[in-house]
């Protein structure tokens, strides 16, 4: 089967024009505007950001599983990465996901593991140092607060998974730091949130 460029390990040359694309698909009341803040709104990060996590996953997601939409399109890695960040900002059921960008809830499943697997493997720069709390490395406050910014941490997960969840979504809360992610940051402040970078012990 031929893949498509972006599961090559090809960028979109717009990415602009790729969420435009994507979110043609996206069924209800999500407003389809002109403009890259549709990904902040959508995804809950800048484009810029959005980009930087693309090129961070890009290579591992490229090989990975197969997955398409319910009119048989392959999903691209650009599109993995939109639906496994809507799944992990709003902690939405996944059949809920699934329905709004037209595909099968497994299917937003496997793609937000896939994707939390690919960031925790590869993201180890975005992490700072040792933290201490039960089975998270990180105090309950802090713990808390990341539940606040990624809700999907407040669903019951298994031990094991809740870890790597949690040390993805550190990881992120990190990138959205060195990005200068003016969004999350404004997002933090007006609830109160340092925005500092997390700590995670593995």
């Not at 893949?3 to 602009?16: D, H, I, M, Q, T």
């Not at 599109?79 to 960040?85: P, Q, R, T």
């Not at 595909?103 to 180890?124: D, I, M, Q, Y």
Request: aromatic residues 8%; proline residues 3%.
């Amino acid at each position: 089967m031929e893949r498509s460029e972006a599961n090559c390990g090809k960028f979109p040359l717009n990415y602009v024009i790729w969420f435009a694309e994507f979110v043609k698909r996206i069924a209800g009341h999500f407003p389809l505007v002109e403009d890259s803040t549709r990904v902040e709104v959508y995804c809950g990060i800048s484009m810029r950001t959005f980009r930087y996590l693309c090129s961070l996953v890009m290579e591992p997601m490229s090989n990975s599983q197969i997955f398409k939409f319910n009119d048989n399109r392959e999903l691209t890695v650009v599109d993995k990465v939109a639906i496994a960040m809507r799944s992990l900002k709003l902690g939405k059921l996944l059949n809920s996901i699934g329905g709004e960008i037209g595909t099968h809830s497994f299917t937003a499943a496997k793609v937000t593991w896939s994707f939390v697997e690919v960031l925790a493997e590869n993201g180890h720069r975005h992490l700072r140092g040792p933290a201490s709390a039960p089975e998270e490395g990180m105090s309950a406050e802090t713990f808390n607060r990341l539940k606040k910014e990624w809700k999907v941490l407040t669903t019951v997960m298994k031990p094991e998974t809740l870890r790597c969840m949690t040390k993805a979504c550190c990881i992120l809360h990190n990138i959205v730091i060195n990005m200068n992610d003016e969004r999350q940051r404004e997002l933090s402040l007006s609830e109160g949130h340092h925005p500092g970078f997390l700590h995670h012990r593995f």
